[in-house]
């Protein structure tokens, strides 16, 4: 097995140099188990909390070896969407298909390969976290090793600490040690790094991305755009109960209307005709002492841009390149902010 | 999942949950230490009783096993549904039901090892004797714990967090020892309070277990206070299930009110069909008053200063010389010989009831009041013993103020009702006059 990254580097994602995690952690191989069939589909799931339709017709399907992410602001449905698969919610309509096992009808059997972490999970106060994995362990068939786990998670350390005593990143990589417990097959994560320092949130993607490459379905909810553009191999939109998009990262973005933008400030000021000449520009707007201009070619214009302010002795002071963001794609879809939420306490 | 796959995680639950509860400080403080200190508040009330705390081995399991299944129970559901970890136990591959009976069944282990504790207290510290039936007080237990474990299942579904489990277990808690026989004995409190006790299980609680320490029967003819807590417990305990909810997020606005009014009718089902049966008819201190006046007092009393047989005070007409004589009086002595508060279990009280009847018809001068005295005082001698008359009438003399007065009485033709000190004190001058007579002290 040749792996990217795992929680035992300690290297950020973006320094991409693939590294044979055996070499480093023989125990890992217990944890990052063989690589799994298909994991979940989901199809025409709708589910209504009174009158309000949380969410309608939803279908996906997260396969072996994919981080898949629904992504969507706060009462976009997501929860309720993982809720509906871990069967915590009883959906109204549609079937969900876990390893071949209709979740809705057969829970336990679906449940014996599923892992999931939960929103603001906690578990008793004078629990360890070696106590919460033996007593997990024990309900299923094909558990894994909890020495391993405590050891992956570097959570051995604090194996037989209470869990009150768990820092907020232990606690989290405890949960997430607990549903890999039973070697799932679909791992459900809800907001993973929701309210964890940056270190500690490298630390859990670090985690996912290592569960990716044991074979695992991945199935996260986040309303980060940018973690959800950082791990996922394909995202969900999500906005008011229904999947408005459905696409890689980058094949989202690059199918966004949105151009490139350039923010530049100069020594001497442009004026509005000699930002027009540039190549690829379509649109400018004044900034206070400086231009944004909208391009479609970010390198014709730039190189162009600093050739005439070279000819003419005129000085850059500021030079910033904003290329398009999964923002961007959520507001042209839904016309409205992100932070908006969709329906109050939705979930 | 088969029962044989799921044995180990259960077992593992098992142990983990009984585990947590004997390293929660404050569950041993409310599962333990509570019973303990009423043990020792028991033991100071009672310490005149011989063997101490024999009798009240009943009320002080009960309120042991009240405490664990209605506070400890709910309290430990709740704040684990509140911590998410039953959100967390859905998600594993196995029914939510099983755990929560192992949930139960750890409960009923920590509700056994308080009870065998007060036990083991009582008896190392009172010398109080173990239960005359061992296997039977088993039997009792479970059937109280039982009972009990599925109101605190119910109060789980109800409550929202564990400040309402608190309210709610005090809604239970309070009633059931102040008025339902648990923590004050049924034969102190008034007849109305012993009435509203039949309609909650503590009382049936306290008798099967109270009867299986000390009682030569031991179970027998228990048969309907066990019924009526697995009838309590039973509903209480499937509306429970029903309605286990197991995430925070559905709250106690969403339970049906139904559930709960089925859950309150099995109450009420119970009450009735006890009272139906006759089975809440007041219940009696183990030793009436009247019982304990002693030779020494029945002597001590004196005749010389009590008022003439014609005066205006407790007059008492001679005894009656033929039907003609009596005739002013048949029908009222025709009523006593069917009036029931003259015929309670308790004889010193139904003989201070009947003496009232002299006094009320002296002070409010009923025209007869001479003539009712001396048929009163026929109808005593009448329907109670040498020995009964002697201690109740000292008893009166010597306690005005005991048991209760009564100085109502139109059902007999009084129809004035003069106040109760006053017909005290006149009760007390008419017991001295039967009792002088009764002696030989003063002649008709």
Known sequence: ?347 | MSAARMLPGLLRHFFFTLGLNLRNPQALVYGYLVPVFFLLAFGSVFRSDTPLLLHQMGQLLTISILGGACFGLPTALVAERERGVWRRYRLLPVPTGSLIANTLAVRLVLVALAALLQIVLARVIYGTPLPMHPAQAGLAFLFVAGAFLGLGLLIAALADDVPAVQALGQCLFLPMIMIGGVGVPLAVLPVWAQRIAGFMPGRYAVEVLQRSFSNPDGLRGTGFSLIALVVIGGAAACIGVKRFRWDIRENASQFPRAWITLALLSWVAVGLAALLTGRLKPVLAERAPYETITEAQIESITYDDLPGDGEFVTPLAPPFKDSGDRAPVDELAAKLRTWAPGQLDDPGQSIRNLVCVAAVADVIRDPREGKVARAVYDHLRANFSQDQLRRAFAWIVLYPEDGEVLNNLPELGLRRHPPPVTVRSRSALYARKFLGRLLHKITD
């Not at chain 1, 405590?150 to 051995?156: D, E, H, N, S, V």
């Not at chain 1, 991945?218 to 996922?232: D, R, Y």
């Not at chain 1, 000085?315 to 932070?339: A, C, K, M, Y």
Request: hydrophobic share 40%; charged share 20%.
């Open chain 1, 1 to 347: 097995m040749h792996l990217t990254w795992g929680p035992w580097t300690g290297k950020h994602p973006g320094s991409r140099v693939p590294i044979d995690i055996r070499a480093l952690n023989p125990f890992w191989h217990e944890v990052m188990a063989d690589t799994l069939p298909a994991g979940l589909r989901v199809r025409e799931l709708t589910k209504c909390y009174g009158p309000v339709m949380a969410v309608r017709d939803l279908s996906f399907d997260v396969a072996a070896g994919e981080i898949f992410g629904l992504l969507g602001p706060n009462g976009a449905g997501k929860t309720t969407t993982l809720e509906c698969i871990l069967g915590l919610r009883c959906p109204d309509a549609g079937t969900i298909t876990i390893g071949g096992i209709d979740a809705v009808l057969d829970h336990e059997q679906a449940m014996e390969s599923v892992g999931a972490q939960l929103q603001a999970e906690m578990l008793q106060d004078r629990t360890t976290p070696r106590q919460a994995l033996a007593l997990a362990a024990s309900f299923y068939r094909n558990p894994a090793s909890i020495d391993n786990l405590l050891r992956g998670f570097a959570l051995m350390a604090k194996a037989d600490a209470r869990f009150a005593s768990l820092s907020g990143g232990q606690k989290r990589r405890l949960f997430l040690a607990l549903a890999l417990i039973n070697n799932p097959q679909l791992v459900v994560l809800d907001e993973p790094t929701a309210g964890l320092d940056p270190q500690s949130r490298r630390e859990l993607h670090q985690m996912i991305t290592g569960m990716r490459s044991a074979g695992r379905s991945i199935l996260v909810s986040t309303h980060n755009l940018e973690e959800a553009h950082q791990l996922c191999d394909r995202i969900g939109i999500l906005n008011e109960g229904q999947i408005v998009a459905l696409a890689r990262p980058g094949e989202l973005i690059a199918g966004a209307s949105h151009h490139p933008r350039i923010v530049v400030r100069t020594a001497k000021p442009l004026t509005a005709a000699q930002i027009r000449l540039l190549p690829g520009v379509v649109n400018c707007q004044p900034r206070a002492e400086g231009w944004v201009l909208e391009t479609t070619d970010v390198n014709r214009t730039v190189v162009e841009l600093v050739k005439r302010l070279e000819a003419e002795e005129n000085t850059l002071l500021e030079l910033q390149i904003h290329r398009p963001s999964l923002e961007d794609v959520f507001i042209e879809l839904t016309g409205r902010d992100w932070s908006t939420p969709a329906v109050e306490d939705m979930g």
